[in-house]
Structures are given as C-alpha cells and as structure tokens.
C-alpha cells in the first residue's frame, strides 16, 4: 500500500531510541521486537500455569509462577528477547516509546519513570535518583497492540481497547542508586544506560516539579556523555490479565534484596504484593502484602508498607501524579478494563500505561510534524 510523505516520516519516527549510541560503548544496542504475530495464540488461556492457582489463597505461588513465565529464558538472553532460545516468539515491545526525551535511550531500550526523593528507600537514601524501566507484552497481548499501532500515523482509538484474558506485561525497573543509597541493593543486576546526569547533582530540598525540571534538561542528546552509566535492577512489576479479578487484572510487586538465597541477581526478587482489585472500601481485602515486608526493610519506618494507602496501578490515572486521603474513594474504584477511568475520556486503553505513553509520543511528534491536511495546524 503506497503512503504519503507524511505516513513515511511517521514510519522512521517509529524508532528503536531516542538518542544515539555514546561514543565510549560498544556493546550490544537495543533491538526492539516489533515482528508482531498476525493472530492471538491458539493456546488455551485457562491452561496457562497461574490459572491452577487461587491469587486470594496462594498469592505467592501465583506471583512466583507469573515471574517463572516472564523470566524464562530471558534471564540467559540478558532480556534482550531477540535472542530468548526458549521462547523466541513471546515477548514483544511497544512501539512509539522513543520519540521524547524521555523514552527509549539505545543499549537496552529503557524509558525514565517518576525520580525517587530523598529518603524513598531509607534513611541512608539522601538524595534524588532517576528510575529507568523496560516493558515487555507477551504473545496473547501483542496482536492487540499490534491493531493499535497497525499505522504507525494513526492510532486505533475508534474502540475500547481490550487484551485477551491470558494477556501478561511485565517491566523491569533500575535505579542510579548504588548499596551504599541503599544496602539491600548490594549485588544487584547492573545495566548500562545512555542516560544523563545533572551537575551540579540536584538539590535534596527540591520539589518534584524542581527535580522534574533539572532531569529534562539532561535528556537532550547533547547533555549526555559519552559514558553510560550503571543502573541496577531494584523491582519487577507484572500485570496478568485475569477473567477471575473484579477489574479484569491481577497486579504484582517484586523487589530485589541482596539476602534472598541463590547466585542469579534475577532471582533474587523478594514478591511484595498482589492485587485484584482497589479495595474501594479500604479494607485491603483485594490486596495481599508478604509479610516480611517491614523484616527486609525495603521501605522506610513510618512510610505506609504497600496496599491502597502506598501506591496501585489499577487506580493510576494518567492525568494525575498525586492523591489526597479525601480523593481516595474516587482514585481507588473497581473500575472494568473497557471502562475509561473519567466520564469525558472517550477510549479506554484496558490499564495499558505503554499504550498511553506510546500516544504521548506520538501526539509529540503529531505536534511537531503535523500532516498537511490539519487545519487546526495551520
């Protein structure tokens, strides 16, 4: 099918990274798996492993066999799922995640997420630290996203977007700071990174929007050494979409701890916990929290130990950062996959933050580039 100029420029915008390769690496780059398959498998969702398995009664059997499925043979390949000899044909990558400063930087494809204060981890956590993070959908998921982004100039946003049940999405996340930020980090997984870093170092008195501000300054191309610099794997995130949870999701939380048995720094994921729903009654009946969590001290004394009153993806709305105790029942509702989480939000993207972060992306570059025949650009 012959495209205009425009759809072409769109086609090249559709990039691996953002930035370029610094001049002091010469490793492998990042390669993403865009080869989409044509259909969703045949394979029978309800024999997938964590379907045997009650997440409200084995919340840690189910967490321990989602995290088995994602890891497998991605732990050998370094997670560059190109080269998973196990499973060649599961993991994919979501596209138009390059095109700001803050997406893809090209050694391992990660994004920036939200910067961590002063004392997030812990009492020896002095300073601001920038968080990176890589996502990946499996194959029940990956034809969906597929019809999304089938033209890379024009996303699918006519219908509700809806995954599969059997969809699962899991994302790795690294931190700058190093065991003496934080102890229980001590022989973490370290990654290079094409990122930049503030000098002076930002203050520990800034306000996020302060912080927010310094960090996008030193993601312009020009701002980024010819150094990487090591990141280190601190926590795993895996959502399982499943017919069983009210919100048509189940989420979990891993993170590293430098005590957990065995060599592998991949495994050495402590599973913090699970959710099905919101718990829109605050009772934390949808919720499940290990309990040693507060024994490995991965969270400082007098912060709230995950559950409603920490954080939950299933709540988060991308038009907000932040949320009051007395928006709490309006932020923490079961809300169904096919439901936009506002009245006047016209698609719902199914809790999907790469979708949403992928239209981000484009719409930038929409804005920069607009097509010849928008008249609101003229």
């Not at 012959?2 to 390769?21: C, G």
């Not at 080869?35 to 009664?57: G, Q, S």
């Not at 630290?129 to 946003?157: H, V």
């Not at 610099?229 to 430098?258: E, N, S």
């Amino acid at each position: 099918m012959a495209v205009s100029f425009w759809e072409h420029k769109a086609r090249i915008a559709f990039k691996p990274a953002y930035n370029t390769r610094p001049a002091n690496y010469h490793g492998d780059l990042f390669v993403p798996s865009f080869n989409f398959p044509a259909e969703e498998p045949k394979e029978d969702f309800k024999k997938l492993p964590w379907m045997k398995i009650d997440f409200k009664t084995s919340p840690m059997d189910y967490l321990d066999t989602v995290l088995h499925y994602c890891f497998d043979g991605n732990t050998e390949c370094d997670f560059r799922v190109e080269n998973n000899g196990t499973h060649p044909d599961r993991w994919y990558h979501a596209p138009w995640m390059a095109y700001p400063p803050s997406g893809r930087e090209p050694i391992h494809g990660l994004t920036m997420e939200r910067p961590t204060e002063p004392q997030y981890f812990g009492l020896k956590d002095q300073k601001w630290l920038q968080t990176w993070a890589l996502s990946f959908y499996n194959d029940f998921g990956a034809k969906t996203i597929s019809d999304f982004w089938e033209k890379p100039w024009e996303p699918a946003l006519k219908d509700d977007v809806t995954f599969p049940p059997g969809t699962v999405s899991f994302k790795l996340l690294f931190t700058e700071a190093t065991e003496d930020d934080v102890p229980s980090l001590a022989g973490s997984k370290e990654w290079l990174a094409a990122i930049g870093k503030p000098y002076p170092p930002i203050s520990k008195d800034a306000t996020m929007e302060e912080a927010q501000t310094k960090l996008d300054e030193v993601l312009k191309p020009e701002n980024r050494g010819p150094n990487p610099y090591p990141l280190r794997l601190i926590q795993v995130d895996v959502m399982v979409k499943d017919t069983r949870a009210k919100c048509g999701w189940v989420f979990g939380t891993f993170m590293y701890h430098k005590d957990q048995p065995g060599d592998d720094p991949y495994r050495k994921l402590v599973p913090m916990c699970l959710q099905w729903g919101n718990d829109p009654g605050l009772t934390l009946e949808e919720t499940w929290t290990h309990p040693d969590v507060k024994n490995h001290k991965l969270l400082p004394e007098g912060r709230p130990y995950l559950g409603w009153l920490e954080s939950s993806c299933a709540a988060s709305d991308p038009k907000q950062t932040e949320t009051t105790v007395t928006q709490t029942p309006h932020w923490f509702r079961n809300i169904l996959y096919r439901d936009p989480f506002e009245k006047d939000v016209q698609t719902s993207l199914d809790y999907s933050m790469q979708l949403l972060m992928g239209l981000y992306g484009y719409n930038q570059w929409r804005k920069d580039n607009p097509p010849p025949d928008d008249k609101a650009s003229k």
